[in-house]
Structure formats: C-alpha cells, structure tokens
C-alpha cells in the first residue's frame, strides 16, 4: 500500500507580536499569531480592518520585521528555500513603464539576462491574458487589466509562495469575479509555478469560494481565534447549501459576543464606560440597513450573508453597522443573522423628527461618551466644552487615533439625535437653543 505523504511545510510563523509604536505603550497590532503555509492550498486571512492582516503578510513578504517572534522558511529536499511574491491591492505599476517593462522588474533585479527577462515576461503576460498589451502603459488599461500586469510581475520570477493583499477590493463586483475565477482556473490546472496562495480578505464569500483553509482574525489586537478547513470541490456554487452554510457559520463566528475565555479587548467595541472604542459608522448608514431589513423581503430579520449580497458590503462595512444597532438595543445579532427590535421597527416606519427623537434616547441610554458629554454641558453655566477635555480623557484608555475616531462618531450622532451642537471652528460642544 502506497504511504500518502504529509504536505510539505513552505513557511511557519512562530509567535508573532508586532506594535506599531513604541512597546510597551505602542498600539499592539497582532499578539502570538502561529501559523504553518504547506504545499498546495490557498489559505486566506480574514477579518475587519485593523486585526493585522496585512501586517502579518508584510512579516511574511520580508518587507517588515515583526517585534517579537519567527517566520521561518523551510527548505525543499535541494535545500532551496522558498521563494515569495506579493500582489498588491492598489496595482502597485510605474505609470511611465509599458506592461512588459513592468514586468520584467523583477527578473531585472535578478539580474537575469535580457533575453530570457524578454522571454519570460511575455509568457506571464500571455498566462494572465493580456497577450497583445505588451506595450501599453497602465494609463491605458482598466483596472482589472492593471492588477493582472501585477499578478504577471509577480508570477514571473517563479515563486514557491504568491501573497497577495486584497488584490480584488479595488474592482469592480463583476472585473473581480472575473479576475478571480481566472486565477482560480489557473491554480486549479497547475499552469502558475506558485505552490500556495496566501491572500488577506475581507470578503467572507470570496474566502469560501477561493480558499482550502481559512483563519479568522479577531481585532485590537489580531489574533487567530478560528481556523476553518474548506472541503468543498471546486468550482464552488456560491448557491449550494454546503457555501451558503459555511458562509453563514464564518458570520456567526465574527458577530459571536466574546466569552469568558475571550481577551476583554476582541471584538469591535473594546473598553467599558467611556473608554469604548466605537467605528466611524454614519446615521445614514444605520438608517438604510434598519430600512433594508424592516421591509420585503426580510420583514425584521435578515442573514447577513443576504444582506451583504442585497446591499453589495463586505463584512469589514456591514459588521461594524450591524453591531452599532446592536450596541443601540436597535438590533439583536442571533447567530448569523440581524434581527431588528420594536424600536428599530418603529424607527424605519417614522418621520425625520421621530426618528432623531428615537435615536437620541438610544444615545442617552446607551452610549456613555454620550451621556457623559449632555451631563458636562447641563451642569455648566454656559452650557459650553471644548471637546478637547473630552478628546483627552479618551486617550486615557485609548490610542490618540482611536480616540479622534470615537469622537468624530459620537459628535455626528449627537448631532444628528440634537443631544448638543458641535462648532468645528472652536472645536467646541454646546447645547442646542430651546427656542
């Protein structure tokens, strides 16, 4: 009977902590991140921005050297080590190179000869479909051809690991499934010389449809809080019971409450009190989803994988508003689906002043920051504040970053709910005249 050999290990990340700042008051962005890349699958990195991915390729990719910790690669049976390329989410091309020239970049830093760069160039721009572009300059090409000169790039020197940084999040819905698909074919025939893909996304479907495994990053810090194996055949159905399911499963875990076993900080709305970090999500956006689930076909309850699909989000876009409903007692999140309360109910169906009316007592009753800047203003004779004292006494328990964000959010919601008034001017709260 033939012994069916283990997949051989390409890359192992050890213990990985990096801090952006000085440790160990800077911000610390990943915390004991493990991980082992082997031979032939794509494993994808996914979570809501900020949790680290991106840092953790750049670890991988050479380009940043992480605080504490390993990334090893391991040799082959010739003791060659592997080899990594990156493809990057913003094209990443010289405006003033043609696409061959782009190309050959890499194979010129290798020094390799310029017949054979020539060579090689123009089979990778043939491999990604580009054939007949070779001496066209990016300004020339849409954005879908400009990621493919960078996935040439990349290819062309050969490399044992593909990295790639959501290389679909600056396309267009139908240019990035074409794009991925493609590429997806490609892996699937053997034609790319790559023996893994490793690719950051914040796209729950793209993960399924793409990957054979998937990590799941929890955020401030990053951390992998589940590893889940995808054992679905390709091509995948994004249809099919077993995807939508798997689908639904990867939302219920980002949207689970944390546990007792969970670090205090995981999750979107880390601290208590007025320390609670809180996202830069609009009232207008909180109002459409609480319109989008109360009416047909959801009628009050939606998955959130339909609703990412119906409203074209991404789970970096439609967590934080969701859990922001939720944080208001507007929303309740019950597994992998949004179900709207009463009052979010009777917020969708209201006027404009019932609604600020409904939203400023969630505010009041929800919010501390909130609370606590309405209670400063009414207790002062002159019902005014810097919100530079308020911006303060965040940096007490936050980042400085993370604090001007949670100001700049509560100041559009107690302005919307008119709880105060805001003057950029004198950066200065105040009341609303009653009059």
Known sequence: ????????????????????????????????????????????????????????????????????????????????????????????????????????LGLEAQKVPAEERRTRALAAIDLIGLDGFENAYPKELSGGMRQRVGLARALVVNPSLLLMDEPFSALDVLTAETLRTDLLDLWSEGRMPIKSILIVTHNIEEAVLMCDRILVFSSNPGRVVAEIKVDLPQPRDRLDPPFRALVDDIYARMTARPTAT??????????????????????????????????????????????????????????????TLQLLRFAELQGADLLLTSGARHYAQADVDARKALFAQALLAHVPIVQHIRRILDERTSHTAPARRFRDELEDHMSPDYADETLRTVTQWGRYGEIFAYDEGSDQFSLEDPE
Do not use: C
């Open 1 to 104: 009977m033939a012994t069916i050999l283990a997949p051989r290990p390409l890359v192992e990340v050890d213990a990985l902590r990096h801090y952006y700042g000085a440790a160990p008051g800077g911000h610390l962005v990943l915390d004991d991140v493990n991980l082992t890349l082997v031979e032939n699958e794509i494993v994808g990195l996914l979570g809501r921005s900020g949790s680290g991915k991106s840092t953790l390729l750049r670890s991988i990719a050479g380009l940043l050297h992480p605080r504490e910790g390993e990334v090893r690669f391991k040799a082959d049976e010739a003791g060659r080590a592997p080899t990594v390329s990156m493809v990057f989410q913003t094209f990443a091309l010289f405006p003033w190179l043609t696409v061959l020239q782009n190309v050959e």
């Open 262 to 323: 969970q670090p205090a900080r995981d999750g979107l709305f880390p601290g208590m009190g007025i320390a609670m970090v809180l996202p830069r999500v609009s009232t207008n956006s909180l109002a459409g989803l609480m319109e989008e689930v109360d009416g047909t076909p959801f009628d009050g309850r939606a998955s959130m994988a339909e609703l990412a699909d119906s409203l074209q989000l991404e789970v970096d876009e439609l967590l934080p508003m969701a859990e």
